[in-house]
């Protein structure tokens, strides 16, 4: 004989009827309620019968969840988020103790409501109907203290978790007996795996990858969860575990309560941070989760797992206890700008919502969201402490970091957007840089000039001082005569005619040295030498050389001319020839390092050189325009300087830094060498998120 079809409407009528008398008694049973409480939770478990088989199949893990979030969730205080927390774990515990009777009652249910899709947690039977009873209980009960509460919820729990059991087998029995078949696990399982999260969506994180280890370490710190809060953080449950997915929509639905309180915060105006208080969050968010009577100027509490009355072995307390961290160690650090700070903890609760939403927000360190601070602080880097909020950077990072507040609803893509404004941003500040270091290009054509007249005084006179020259002589001509070189070549260049004129004026002296026995030449040296001794003398004067140095110089000069004019004798002594000390020290200086500066008006460039002329180094520097150097001078540490150009004659490096008002030209081969030794280097780019990390999670691996 075949068995009649159950008649789906009664069957579910009257299901629902039995389920409601067996839960009113069971309730009743424990002494601890009042009719009108036991109505009231029948009311809700009614409820959320109705609403789990009028349901149709849905598509989406945002679909399956709705009945149990968007339409059950509202904005609540402090009190009543910890209620709602309390509440979940009791469901979590309840769906762990009864897992095998209400597993038999969801296979049938899924046959009766033909809902091969029915999540786990979507059991019309199921703790979460008492849970959504227990909410409608509270709710009717109006002012009472939230520790009753709590109270009440523990005493239930264990007559609870002692009976369901029996209550589930007998809905089976019912359900058995009006011919409700159980469906086949097998139909259940491949429905459940198609909504598991892509293995992309849990990527393994990277080594080394600090804000992860930091997590990790907060997570490691929490003490052992209870059986409750174990199933809460089950999102990794295997299939088989009926508790998985209620774990999972469970996490989603304080998932999503969080985000709509964040949602409320974030539309109030956007603190102003406080330099007093940089070294914590406590400016941050005013009045969190405070009742009616809170007062607008109230010091916003710090934003972790506490102050959103979150248990700490919640995995959500984790995702918020790590950014808070990362949060006040960021904005602890005297390096950065207050105004750059003020910007980042805008934005707090924005990049809290996405470590809450995306999976891969702590293995991923490129992830866009960690991007848009780490390129703030990329963008900002060189500008003083106290810059103030009304500088064109600091505008343009405050419209981007706003425009991402408002922007920001799941979309992870408006941080790529955010990025690329950032990094435009940061471009157009290091081109104003650039673009300003041109005001310094004439004194450091100066220096190049130097490097000219040096160089150019060298190939033309160097090879006129002659080695067998005295030492005086020597001595003159190397630093006297050379410096007067030098004068003019700045002054006219080499064909102003003075430059010229007085390198002539040095073959004309050497060649009063060269004998002359002969009436005729000694004539011609008779005529020609007052027109050079005016020359030398004028030039002398022109250097400053003290009376005592010329005069020794010129009679140094009249014992080689008296001699040139006689007939030199068959065994005379050749002039002294001792080596150039003047000569030898001008070579050995040109290794020495020179600081000086050039300046002109207002503006001040100095300068890392050396003593003497040096030609640049063969190999260029590892270094572009666009580059920010950390480089010492004098033992102290200067602010950050941007390398702006380089001079096409000398390859001096051009340093600025407007915003302190220094610049600095470096010798190519001064510069290599400081790089070398350490006492300059390139600033690389570094993370934000993972320098606090690392900062954040030091004191945490050594203790």
Known sequence: MTTPSPDRYETLRDCRSLYLSQLGNLLAASGALSAPALQAIQQGAGEWFDEIAASRQRGSFEEQADGLTSSRITLVGHDELELEIRLDNLTARLLDSTAGNLWKTQLRFITLLHRPDLPKASNPVGPGGIRLGFAEMFA????????????????????????????????????????????QPSIVTAQESSRKTPPEATAVPPAGNLLLALQQSLAAQVPAAPPAAAALAGSGAPASNPAGSAAVLLN?????????????IDRQPPPTFEPARSNSLESLIPGLFAGETAQ???IRPRLDADALGLPAHAPEAVVVDTLALIFDTILADPAWPDALKSIIASLQITLLKVAMQDPVFFTDPAHPARRVLDNMGEAMRGLPQDVPPQHPLCVRLAAIAAELRTAFAGDPFVF????????????????????????????????????????????????????????????????????LLHILWLEQGPQGGAWEANLDAVRELLWTFQPKADPEGRANLARRL??????????????????????????ACFALQTRAMRPAPANATPPETKPSLAVDNLQRGDDRPSDGEVSSGVRCL?????????????????????DWLDITVDETANPPLML?????????????????????????????????????????????????AARALTPRTTT
């Not at 989603?252 to 409320?264: K, P």
């Not at 190049?448 to 007249?453: E, F, P």
Request: hydrophobic fraction near 45%; proline fraction near 7%.
């Open 140 to 183: 009717a009960a109006g002012s009472m203290a939230l520790d009753k509460k709590l109270d009440l919820v523990d005493k239930l729990e264990g007559h609870l978790l002692a009976h369901l059991p029996a209550l589930y087998a007998t809905i089976n029995d019912f359900l058995d007996k009006s011919g409700v078949d159980a469906a």
């Open 252 to 264: 989603q639905a304080v998932t999503e309560r969080l985000l709509q309180r964040l949602d409320e």
């Open 296 to 298: 607008p100027e109230a």
């Open 416 to 483: 790529v957007r955010a990025c690329e404004a950032v990094e435009a941003a940061g471009a157009e500040h290091r081109a104003r840089i650039i673009r300003g270091s041109d005001d310094y290009l004439p004194l450091l054509a100066q220096l190049d000039r130097r490097d000219q007249a040096v160089a150019a005084t060298r190939a033309r006179l160097d090879p006129l001082i002659a080695p067998d020259l005295p030492v005086a002589v020597r001595s003159f001509l190397d630093q006297s005569w050379r410096r």
């Open 530 to 555: 007052p027109e050079i001794l005016k020359q030398l003398k004028a030039g002398m004067e022109r250097i400053g050389l003290d009376a005592a140095a010329q005069e020794d110089f010129l009679d």
């Open 606 to 626: 100095r300068s890392l050189d050396f003593a003497g002329y040096r030609p640049p180094p063969s190999r260029p520097l590892p270094l572009k325009p666009g």
């Open 644 to 692: 702006c150009q380089f001079s096409p004659i000398s390859q001096r490096a051009l340093l600025c830094n407007p915003a302190h008002e220094l610049a600095l030209a470096v010798h190519p081969a001064r510069l290599e060498g400081m790089l070398r030794d350490g006492s300059a280097r390139i600033c690389r780019v570094e993370s934000l998120f993972e320098t606090a």
